[in-house]
């Protein structure tokens, strides 16, 4: 007989699986290697991208298909986690598998996406498609949750959810099956609307009211952007089938094994086999689902000589219902263990069944039936007779933690044995399995089975349990609650879907029915403790005692002291902690006294539930101007038509950087400082080295002596001596694969100093550590020769503080990559995903001491940017051109997302000074406004990100005077660079601090003091700008009106008079942003246009195309100037060669700008068609090219544009017409906040904004929403963690959290402004990119209304003394929201010691 772990006694050695109906049979690969590798390295199938590599963003989602007890399943997965050997025997989808543009066949799912403007970077496109056609095939008609729950786990960072919704809700059946898809949306004139105003008519007109255009003519008005009602409908029929090879010749049962070079890879299908492979390799890993070893692969390189996936096994998928409860095979995944458990609950009666009852199944009164008499199973029908409770108790909060345990390709894999072998602290089930009294069932070979209970002496230590090497988790026994036993389980995290969590809390009484004596508790935590911890001196001394108020008070008290946390506990938010854990205990303490109808306990009626659940359906209407009657049919200007590259986004087909394969390529990777600051000694190569495929390494060795990058030549490209923060490149490796370069990278040794960083705002200030000299502005100068100065003591009314702005990392979705190819007399041809081409090009010159001339940069389209790829470009393209050179090949440089965030800086961390003075009516008569940034290592943009901080902290207000200082802090933190809005939104949250200040300390309405303080038409800001066709009043009131605030307003009063620990907040936040670069040399841009002899027009601008629509635009304008259909218009890319000296797509100007260079190129070509158009007035456009060209004319232009610039004196404080106009906005967001947990809900978004004459509504409308939501990240969930040392904690998804689509707002109503225009912008529009953001901060201060009702309900902020203003920092994470939520819960935990005794985890930089 042959030996377990001999390959050859396997029924397969070679792997063999299907690719969208394509056999694969592979015999030379990695086991390590991640199907999304192979999919896109090996088998070219780039439609399938990788945002974070580690299961957290959905990018890489594919469908798998396999067979199960002889049936065909299909499941969703990441895969950046499925090992390739994972899909042996199985059948892969991916995205290029189910459409193509170029065969012109969408799949409807596709079709939806793009028609809904579903996509606008694209990158995340692939991701949510497949999500979307997996569940389909499960489940041809889905629910709304259904669909909510397939799209968990996928992130976007453009859209703001809203059209995915729209387009994927389109597929929901209602509770009867019926198609929903039109649904009664409202309309986004609320009260307005005629459907109310004119009771007896049939519906709402959708706004089709006809008015006068601005510009002549008649101009309906919709409400929504897309129909989606004639796309074709879903025909599950019609989907690829199953490879029959993989059925006929039953995969699903051969064992299969794989050796090569250093991994071997065992997948055996007898559970004896897996017990002796266990027994003769007990220090090989198994892989379940993969999703925790992935991540140990990935980033902390382990090395894996032996794996065994023992997922095949059928007893490891043994279910059934025993003695003890549910015992559940862990060969189940997450998935399938929550749909059994929903199988239990439904099949297990609830309860009360009381007396002699007949058994419907086996006849026998249950009095006879063998095991209902011990109130067991009735074997012969599987059918529980329980009595008098509800068993169901721990299966319940299992399904229910479930949903928020990762999303949901992560637990179609996802095991339960890897989630208890991990032993994490913060698992989700161990709490439940610690608290319910679970066991697991453990066996080896040479011990045989045995079954332990998950207790206190499971977890031996972090991440260590009682599991001994040889040894399997084969099941988890689940246990059946019991009579008069109740049991509850809650988890709070960063953000609630698809997020670890911060405390896990899981709770069993078992209470005396008469007596109410506690017989039975436990009490289990995870979050507070090294280990899952059950709170053993607490549950000790309960018992006995009598459920009761006091039990409540001698509870929270035990448990206070039992699990305090240190200050500086690791993990941190040491007093967060301890209020959730004692909150969640509160809120089991409640559940049960209203279970058993204790009306003597305080508070017993309250609602506790957290927020509200996710309506079921979408409540969302765009509303704008059509184009005027009068339009040409084929001129698109104006008119909502759908992103240029929207098909292609959703097949996969459309091409970033990382997807084009350039023959002969070597591949890069960083070697990154592991400490903020110190000095470097000296660097050790020879391991690295050593790995096959390491061709060399670069240093400051490599770089030109003295060259250093960036607009100021302040950033080295490797350290060379000093190191200035956590993440900064020391060298690099040059290898033959990724893979490689990255391996090899983490052995080269670094010998260092650490030096002490300087980290936060405040050291730099004490240290006096500023990146460049500071900047003012004095509005009096715009009046006078001189700043006057103020006496601030002749002044009644004064407001002073201080308030902080966290940064925010960019989650761009596509991270940083270049492509170097060199090519003869020195040349280099650069692809790269940036924002900058010219910046990249004039860097790259600069190191390498080449010309420009001699570097071609060009981009395609980018996977977003949001500022974070403006001037970071050089970070990867200098090195990798260094690489080229030296090495004479191609050089591919992608970062990994953990590298991408610790190497780009973030949006400027901010701390806003202000002393504000203000008459008896409210209105502001003085203003002295310090702007404070963390600019990190190097100026970069700081100085530009500063001033416009400065230029917006007025907002939109009027200040009689006002004096205004910008100080940028140099500190040991990767550079803080450009992010949408540039300084502006900090800018204006101080504002807004500022009057809410006022407001709180004065009793004032701030509703009123905002309408007292708005800029009125031709005012003059601060900083010398006047502002004209200025429309925040016509915003405002709109928004009000639509939103019907002053209603809701009094119904949020009412909601929170009746609710005591949920509370309500509605507001309204204005906005103002200034358009144009700080920079006047950066106004300006270049376009070629190319008319070709069969009519077709080649433009080419300097602009990129990164989500934000630019090229759409950019054809539509190109279209209406010469006056030709769009399908004749093309952009190629975007190329230095084309287009010099281009600024980059930023500040929100990139059509202004662009579109502005492209009309007067194409007015040059039309000056020359002209005398060819008079001599032949029938002909068409063809005939008048053709006709130029015979002639010798000219069918080429490049053309110019400038916009308005004027420069501030930020040295002197004297002020400008700085940009040509501002675009105006404004928002109403409701909020529902547990006071208890911190969680929050947003539950409805009213936006009206300013876009002039729309270029493209759906564009636009696109823009608004998603800068709206990636606001709403900046000020309630994005946090950047660093620790005191400098160290940045935030590297990926699995610690950063943006939006994810349960937290877009089910009612969100965008209205474009009618009837506005701008005489400066291109086609009376206005830009419309960054200028949203900063009404993400209604949220926050919706927020902060909730809490301030809290804080007053419980007497912690004296309204009626005025004078209530409490500081409340963003963002406004759960933590900020549940510790300013002052109550007799928060009282239980003990003050933090005295700053400076103790090392926080991390620090408010
Ligand atoms: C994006 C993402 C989100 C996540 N979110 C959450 C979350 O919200 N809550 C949470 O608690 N966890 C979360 N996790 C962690 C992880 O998904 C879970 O711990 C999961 O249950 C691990 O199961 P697995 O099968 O994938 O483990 P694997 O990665 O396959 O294995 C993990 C460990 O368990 C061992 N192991 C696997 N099977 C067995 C067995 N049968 N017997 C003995 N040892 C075994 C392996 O050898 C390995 O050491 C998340 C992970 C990711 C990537
Ligand atoms: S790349 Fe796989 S989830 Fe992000
Ligand atoms: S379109 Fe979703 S990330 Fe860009």
């Known amino acids: 007989m042959k030996e377990v772990t001999d390959i050859s006694s396997y029924d397969a050695i070679k792997l063999v699986f299907y690719v969208d109906g394509k056999r694969v049979e592979e015999t030379d690969v990695d086991p390590k290697m991640t199907l999304a590798t192979y999919l896109r390295d090996k088998l070219k199938l780039t439609g399938t991208k990788i945002g974070c590599n580690e299961g957290g963003c959905g990018a890489c989602t594919i469908m798998v298909s396999h067979v199960e007890d002889g049936e065909i399943k299909h499941f969703s997965a990441n895969s950046c986690l499925m090992p390739i050997c994972g899909v042996f025997g199985k059948a892969v989808t991916t995205v290029e598998g189910i459409g193509s543009v170029a065969k012109n066949r969408l799949h409807p799912v596709q079709e939806r996406l793009a028609k809904a403007h579903g996509s606008q970077c694209g990158f995340?496109?692939?991701?949510?498609?497949?999500?979307?056609?997996?569940?389909?095939?499960?489940?041809?008609?889905?629910?709304?949750?259904?669909?909510?729950?397939?799209?968990?786990?996928?992130?976007?960072?453009?859209?703001?959810?809203?059209?995915?919704?729209?387009?994927?809700?389109?597929?929901?059946?209602?509770?009867?099956?019926?198609?929903?898809?039109?649904?009664?949306?409202?309309?986004?004139?609320?009260?307005?609307?005629?459907?109310?105003?004119?009771?007896?008519?049939?519906?709402?007109?959708?706004?089709?009211?006809?008015?006068?255009?601005?510009?002549?003519?008649?101009?309906?008005?919709?409400?929504?952007?897309?129909?989606?009602?004639?796309?074709?409908?879903?025909?599950?029929?019609?989907?690829?089938?199953?490879?029959?090879?993989?059925?006929?010749?039953?995969?699903?049962?051969?064992?299969?094994?794989?050796?090569?070079?250093?991994?071997?890879?065992?997948?055996?299908?007898?559970?004896?086999?897996?017990?002796?492979?266990?027994?003769?390799?007990?220090?090989?890993?198994?892989?379940?689902?993969?999703?925790?070893?992935?991540?140990?692969?990935?980033?902390?390189f382990i090395d894996l000589p032996a794996v065994i996936n023992p997922r095949q096994v059928k007893e490891l998928h043994a279910r059934h219902l025993e003695d003890n409860g549910v015992y559940m095979g862990t060969g189940m995944s997450l998935t399938d263990m929550d749909n059994y458990t929903v199988q239990l609950m439904k099949e297990l009666p609830k309860g009360n069944v009381t007396g002699i009852s007949e058994c419907d199944k086996c006849q026998f009164l249950d009095i006879h039936c063998r095991e209902t008499i011990t109130n067991r199973m009735c074997v012969s029908n599987k059918i529980f007779m329980y009595r008098d409770t509800e068993h169901t108790g721990v299966l319940k909060h299992v399904h229910e933690m479930l949903h928020w345990f990762a999303g949901i390709h992560v637990r179609n894999v996802a095991s339960v044995a890897g989630n208890i072998a991990t032993a994490s602290p913060i698992s989700d089930l161990n709490p439940i399995w610690m608290a319910s009294n679970a066991q697991v069932v453990l066996d080896s070979d040479a011990r045989g089975e045995k079954k332990v209970h998950i207790d206190e002496k499971f977890f031996l230590g972090y991440r260590k349990t009682v599991i001994q090497p040889d040894e399997i988790i084969k099941a988890v026994i689940v246990p059946l609650t019991q009579e008069n036993e109740h049991f509850a389980a809650y988890k709070q995290a960063q953000r609630r879907e698809d997020d670890i969590a911060i405390v896990t809390g899981a709770f069993l009484v078992k209470l005396d029915p008469k007596t109410l004596i506690v017989e039975n508790i436990r009490i289990s935590y995870g979050g507070m403790a090294p280990t899952t911890k059950l709170a053993l001196n607490t549950m000790e001394k309960l018992k006995g005692d009598k459920w009761s108020q006091e039990f409540l008070d001698k509870t929270l008290g035990l448990l206070s002291e039992e699990l305090k946390l240190p200050a500086g506990v690791p993990g941190g938010m040491s007093q967060y902690r301890l209020s959730l854990a004692l909150s969640f205990f509160f809120k089991f303490f409640l559940e049960v006294s209203k279970k058993l109808n204790l009306t003597e306990i305080k508070f017993v009626d309250c609602n506790l539930k957290i927020g509200q659940d996710v309506p079921q359906t979408l409540y969302a209407t765009q509303l704008y101007q059509e184009v005027n009657a009068n339009q040409p049919a084929h001129d698109p200007l104006g008119r909502p038509i759908k992103h240029v590259s929207g098909d292609k986004h959703t097949t996969g087909e459309a091409v970033y950087c990382d997807d084009i394969n350039v023959a002969d390529c070597l591949h890069m990777a960083f070697v990154l400082s592991p400490i903020a600051h110190g000095t470097l000694n000296s660097i050790d190569y020879t391991a690295a080295m050593n790995v096959d495929g390491v061709i060399g390494y670069l240093d400051a060795e490599d770089v030109i002596t003295g060259a250093q990058m960036g607009h100021h030549s302040d950033t080295p490209v490797f350290v060379k001596e000093k190191i200035t923060f956590h993440g900064q490149p020391i060298a690099a490796i040059v290898a033959t694969d990724h893979e490689i370069a990255r391996r090899a990278a983490s052995l080269v040794k670094l010998d260092y100093a650490v030096e002490k960083p300087i980290v936060t705002i405040k050291q730099a200030l004490e240290a006096e550590s500023f990146v460049f000299k500071h900047f003012v502005i004095h509005s009096s100068l715009n009046d006078n020769e001189q700043v006057i100065k103020n006496d601030w003591s002749k002044y009644d009314r004064v407001v002073e503080g201080s308030i902080d702005m966290g940064g925010q990392e960019h989650f761009y979705l596509e991270t940083q990559q270049c492509i170097v190819i060199p090519h003869e007399d020195d040349e280099l041809e650069i692809i790269i995903s940036n924002q900058c081409v010219n910046d990249v090009q004039i860097e790259v010159a600069k190191c390498l001491g080449m010309a420009q001339h001699k570097i071609q940069t060009k981009v395609k389209r980018i996977g977003g940017g949001f500022g974070g790829k403006e001037s970071t470009g050089a970070i990867l393209a200098v090195p990798a051109s260094l690489a080229a050179k030296k090495f004479g090949k191609s050089i591919k440089f992608k970062f990994e997302r953990f590298d991408d965030m610790a190497i780009t800086g973030t949006r400027h961390p901010f701390t806003l000074q202000y002393k504000l003075a203000v008459d008896e009516n409210g209105k502001f008569i003085d203003l002295d406004f310090t702007a404070l940034s963390n600019s990190g290592h190097t100026i970069d943009l700081s100085m530009g990100v500063m001033q416009r901080a400065m230029v917006h902290a007025d907002n939109v207000y009027k200040f009689a005077n006002a004096d205004i200082t910008g100080k940028m802090c140099k500190t040991h933190l990767a550079s803080?660079?450009?992010?949408?809005?540039?300084?502006?939104?900090?800018?204006?949250?101080?504002?807004?601090?500022?009057?809410?200040?006022?407001?709180?300390?004065?009793?004032?309405?701030?509703?009123?003091?905002?309408?007292?303080?708005?800029?009125?038409?031709?005012?003059?800001?601060?900083?010398?700008?006047?502002?004209?066709?200025?429309?925040?009043?016509?915003?405002?009131?709109?928004?009000?009106?639509?939103?019907?605030?002053?209603?809701?307003?009094?119904?949020?009063?009412?909601?929170?008079?009746?609710?005591?620990?949920?509370?309500?907040?509605?507001?309204?936040?204005?906005?103002?942003?200034?358009?144009?670069?700080?920079?006047?040399?950066?106004?300006?841009?270049?376009?070629?246009?190319?008319?070709?002899?069969?009519?077709?027009?080649?433009?080419?601008?300097?602009?990129?195309?990164?989500?934000?629509?630019?090229?759409?635009?950019?054809?539509?304008?190109?279209?209406?100037?010469?006056?030709?259909?769009?399908?004749?218009?093309?952009?190629?890319?975007?190329?230095?060669?084309?287009?010099?000296?281009?600024?980059?797509?930023?500040?929100?100007?990139?059509?202004?700008?662009?579109?502005?260079?492209?009309?007067?190129?194409?007015?040059?070509?039309?000056?020359?068609?002209?005398?060819?158009?008079?001599?032949?007035?029938?002909?068409?456009w063809d005939d008048w090219v053709k006709a130029a060209y015979v002639e010798r004319v000219s069918l080429s232009a490049s053309g110019f544009g400038i916009i308005h610039h004027e420069p501030v004196?930020?040295?002197?404080?004297?002020?400008?017409?700085?940009?040509?106009?501002?675009?105006?906005?404004?928002?109403?967001?409701?909020?529902?906040?547990?006071?208890?947990?911190?969680?929050?809900?947003?539950?409805?978004?009213?936006?009206?904004?300013?876009?002039?004459?729309?270029?493209?509504?759906?564009?636009?409308?696109?823009?608004?929403?998603?800068?709206f939501i990636q606001g709403y990240g900046l000020f309630t969930m994005e946090e950047v963690k660093i620790r005191p040392d400098g160290i940045r904690l935030t590297r990926g998804p699995g610690n950063y959290k943006i939006p994810s689509a349960d937290d877009a707002p089910r009612h969100f109503n965008v209205s474009l402004l009618g009837n506005s225009s701008n005489k400066m912008g291109i086609f009376s529009s206005k830009a419309i990119g960054e200028p949203p953001l900063f009404l993400g901060s209604c949220a926050f201060f919706a927020i902060r209304e909730a809490v301030r009702a809290y804080r007053i309900q419980n007497g912690k902020t004296v309204s009626f003394l005025f004078q209530d203003y409490f500081a409340f920092h963003s963002p406004s994470t759960p933590e900020r929201i549940r510790m300013a939520c002052e109550d007799f819960v928060t009282s239980h935990v003990p003050p933090l010691p005295e700053e400076g005794s103790y090392t926080p985890w991390t620090t408010s930089v």
């Open 1209 to 1267: 004196d930020f040295f002197n404080g004297k002020g400008a017409e700085l940009f040509g106009y501002s675009v105006y906005g404004t928002a109403c967001c409701e909020v529902e906040v547990d006071c208890l947990t911190g969680d929050h809900h947003l539950l409805r978004t009213d936006i009206v904004m300013d876009v002039g004459e729309s270029l493209n509504p759906a564009i636009d409308i696109g823009q608004i929403e998603g800068a």
């Open 976 to 1180: 803080n660079t450009a992010f949408r809005g540039f300084g502006g939104p900090q800018g204006m949250f101080g504002t807004e601090i500022m009057v809410k200040h006022v407001a709180e300390q004065f009793g004032w309405d701030h509703d009123e003091i905002r309408q007292k303080n708005f800029y009125q038409e031709g005012d003059c800001t601060p900083f010398g700008m006047h502002l004209n066709q200025c429309n925040v009043t016509r915003t405002w009131e709109e928004c009000r009106k639509n939103s019907d605030y002053d209603k809701r307003l009094e119904e949020v009063k009412k909601f929170n008079e009746n609710n005591k620990f949920r509370k309500r907040g509605i507001y309204l936040t204005p906005t103002r942003f200034g358009i144009g670069f700080g920079l006047k040399q950066l106004n300006q841009a270049g376009a070629l246009v190319l008319v070709y002899t069969d009519g077709s027009v080649l433009v080419s601008h300097g602009g990129m195309e990164m989500g934000q629509g630019l090229h759409t635009k950019i054809l539509q304008i190109a279209a209406r100037c010469l006056e030709i259909p769009i399908e004749k218009v093309h952009i190629h890319d975007t190329s230095t060669d084309k287009v010099p000296n281009a600024s980059a797509t930023a500040a929100s100007v990139g059509s202004d700008m662009n579109g502005l260079a492209v009309q007067d190129a194409c007015r040059q070509i039309m000056e020359r068609l002209a005398p060819f158009k008079k001599l032949n007035p029938d002909g068409k």
């Open 124 to 300: 995340c496109t692939p991701g949510f498609v497949m999500a979307m056609y997996a569940l389909l095939r499960n489940n041809p008609n889905p629910t709304v949750s259904d669909i909510n729950l397939g799209l968990q786990g996928n992130l976007c960072r453009c859209t703001g959810y809203r059209p995915i919704l729209e387009a994927f809700y389109s597929f929901a059946v209602d509770e009867n099956g019926t198609l929903k898809v039109s649904e009664d949306n409202g309309c986004g004139m609320g009260e307005n609307c005629c459907k109310l105003k004119k009771k007896d008519e049939n519906g709402c007109c959708g706004g089709e009211e006809s008015t006068p255009g601005y510009t002549g003519g008649e101009r309906k008005r919709k409400i929504q952007l897309s129909d989606l009602s004639d796309c074709k409908p879903y025909d599950p029929t019609q989907e690829l089938i199953f490879p029959p090879e993989l059925k006929l010749h039953s995969y699903e049962s051969k064992s299969f094994a794989y050796d090569h070079n250093h991994t071997k890879w065992y997948q055996p299908v007898s559970y004896e086999n897996l017990l002796c492979l266990k027994r003769e390799l007990p220090h090989a890993r198994l892989i379940s689902g993969n999703s925790e070893l992935a991540i140990e692969l990935k980033f902390r």
